[in-house]
């Protein structure tokens, strides 16, 4: 396996405008992860999936952020109006399943899309 | 918000030295894990520890944990140059499916 997919691996986009983060996640992972990386936050949890569901979006910042997975192979995280402080390093992650209460095994990661908003 | 804190925030060493890092985090656990990430590249993982567990080795890695204290530790044994990157702790809460929270990590640089 390829490992997690992402693209593209750099955005620079103007303000205002809808901007499309994709992940593959590897094959088999049933848990799907969206971070966001600053200095100044460090690495933030987004949101996750379980099986394609959205299990937890309360890491969401705002209504101007939307993320899917229509499909195991697939997510997208969209950002619309985006802003300048949106600009980040944006990581997809994916883990296999757990064994229900004891927790996930490792989280394998992409490279990122480093987001830049002008 | 985030599970863990780590400390301390930045860590300069000489090759050959031992590296400690720690993390605190705030609720119960089923596991904590540890990852290492070099600059402009994604998050790898280096060593899962369950909460039932107190030590674990792997290779010059070793972590702990004190659940009690809500405290783990990473120790780098015998540095290299190549240790030279971000070490983050992550949680995952207990009863919260797989969620998955980063530590704001350490910056780790092993001067040759």
């Known amino acids: 396996d390829a490992g997690v997919i992402q693209s593209p691996r750099h955005e620079v986009t103007e303000m205002g405008q809808e901007v499309t983060l994709r992940c593959k996640p590897i094959s088999g992972h049933d848990y799907l992860f969206w971070y966001r990386q600053t200095m100044m936050r460090g690495l933030e949890l987004l949101i996750y999936?379980?099986?394609?569901?959205?299990?937890?979006d309360s890491g969401m910042p705002e209504d101007r952020f939307s993320a899917k997975m229509p499909n195991a192979s697939f997510s997208t995280l969209k950002i619309q109006p985006s802003e300048p402080r949106d600009s980040a390093v944006y990581f997809c992650a994916s883990a296999p399943s757990t064994s229900g209460l004891r927790g996930n095994t490792e989280a394998f990661f992409g490279q990122g899309t480093r987001l830049t908003v002008v | 918000s985030q599970q863990g804190e780590e400390d301390p925030q930045a860590l300069s060493i000489q090759e050959g030295e031992n590296a400690t890092m720690n993390c605190s985090y705030k609720t119960s656990i089923n596991n904590l894990q540890w990852y290492r990430q070099n600059s402009g590249r994604g998050l790898v993982h280096l060593i899962l520890i369950r909460s039932n567990e107190r030590e674990k080795h792997s290779g010059r890695l070793r972590v702990t944990l004190d659940t009690s204290k809500k405290s783990s530790s990473l120790l780098i044994t015998a540095s290299r140059a190549a240790d030279t990157a971000s070490y983050f702790c992550a949680t995952a809460p207990y009863n919260q499916g797989g969620k998955l929270i980063f530590g704001q990590g350490t910056e780790l640089s092993v001067k040759p």
């Open positions: 999936f379980n099986n394609n569901v959205p299990i937890d």
